[in-house]
């Protein structure tokens, strides 16, 4: 069985000094996504919801900074040959082409955000802000990884 090594988390040395760094900086960096999500309002219903009846586009334009940054984000990846932190080139491989992916993706992943309001991020940013009734939805989720883990070989990639 082999194991995902997670640049940062898993190292060579002898010391935990530099993976439990790493932990923390993950660490920093989902509070700091939390706290994002929470006064932007994205982990609202009730925005989600505004948003799907197009009576607001506060969550488009959230949205549409987020996919800019990636998009931003992977093109200078691409072009300047970063490193991690362990020194290995980091690389974006091309997706292939195709449609029956996005569409079957889409469609799962807009039902389950239609059904709950909620995109993945924001289940979490719920939990942590104690709105436990969210645990439902997470049991789903978690479900629904596992399912795809269990059809990965049968689905179109």
Do not use: N
């Not at 800019?68 to 990846?77: E, F, I, P, R, S």
């Not at 309001?117 to 940013?125: H, K, Q, V």
Request: hydrophobic residues 45%.
């Amino acid at each position: 069985m082999t194991t995902t090594k997670i640049p940062g988390v898993h190292t060579e040395s002898t010391s935990g000094t530099r993976a439990a760094t790493g932990l923390f900086v993950y660490l920093l960096a989902g509070l700091y996504f939390g706290v994002v999500l929470v006064k932007s309002e994205a982990a609202s219903w009730y925005r989600i919801q505004e948003m799907f009846r197009f009576e607001s586009f506060h969550m488009f334009g959230l949205m549409g900074s987020a996919v800019l940054t990636g998009m931003v984000t992977t093109a200078l990846l691409r072009r300047s040959g970063a490193k991690s932190r362990d020194g290995q080139t980091i690389s974006v491989t091309p997706k292939e082409k195709g449609w029956r992916r996005y569409v079957l993706g889409g469609l799962t992943f807009g039902v389950g955000w239609g059904l709950s309001g909620l995109c993945p991020g924001p289940i979490f940013t719920l939990l942590g802000s104690g709105v436990w009734p969210i645990l439902i939805v997470l049991a789903f989720a978690l479900l629904g990884t596992y399912l795809y883990g269990a059809f990965k070989d049968r689905l179109p990639h």
